[in-house]
Structures are given as C-alpha cells and as structure tokens.
Nanobody, 123 residues
Framework: QVQLVESGGGLVQPGGSLRLSCVAS????????MGWYRQAPGKERELVAV???????NYADSVKGRFTISRDNAKNTVYLQTNSLKPEDTSVYYC?????????????????WGQGTQVTVSS
C-alpha cells in the first residue's frame, strides 16, 4: 500500500557528490520518519541518516559533516546530499519510511523499504 522509489545513485570519483531522492506514495495518512540505510557486500545493513517528523536529523558517525538529510513534506520526499564521498561509502542505499496508513476504515503503522540505489565511489 506504500511504495518508495529511490533515484540519484551512480558512479562518482572520491571527493565527489551525489544527491539521492526517495518518493513515497500510496495510502499514506502520515509519514512519521524517513531515513537512509546502506548495505555493502558481505556487510549488514546500517543506518546512514534518519529524520523523524518534528525532530532533528540523526547521522551515523561515519557520515557526519559530509551527508545531509532533508525532507519535502508536501512531496512525501526525502533527500540525502552526499559530499566528500569516499570509497568506503560504496554501497546500495535504501530508503526507509515509517508510515501511518489509512485502509479499510482503520489506521495502522508500517515500515517500508525502497528497492535500493547503487552508489559507487571509485577513481
């Protein structure tokens, strides 16, 4: 009932930048939090940044000062501006949203994931 679609990944040289976007659509009553996670080959998925509605951003220590998360509530969209990229940032980046859905005359909360977008940092 809720779909997340990411875009903006690609190949970039060390020191470069990318802007990732994620649009949420479907039977959304409210979006309570949106964030970005990443998973490199052979590693577990890890939090990159999260923005809770009405709260302040929370970042992984490894990206503080380089990445910025922001939201456009009117567009149900979350962005991740990634600067000063390093080879160790290479991963599949996943969008996550915690959403209150209205369906069948009732409300319930769900946790949704996008399909992922590849970010490769290499010279």
């Amino acid at each position: 009932q809720v779909q997340l679609v990411e875009s903006g990944g690609g190949l970039v040289q060390p020191g470069g930048s990318l802007r990732l976007s994620c649009v949420a659509s479907g039977s959304i009553f409210s979006i309570n939090a949106m964030g970005w996670y990443r998973q490199a080959p052979g590693k577990e998925r890890e939090l990159v940044a999260v923005l809770v509605s009405g709260g302040t951003p929370n970042y992984a220590d490894s990206v503080k000062g380089r990445f910025t998360i922001s939201r456009d509530n009117a567009k149900n969209t979350v962005y991740l501006q990634t600067n000063s990229l390093k080879p160790e940032d290479t991963s599949v980046y996943y969008c996550n949203a915690k959403v209150t859905v209205y369906s069948g005359s009732r409300y319930y909360e769900g946790d949704y994931w996008g399909q992922g977008t590849q970010v490769t940092v290499s010279s």
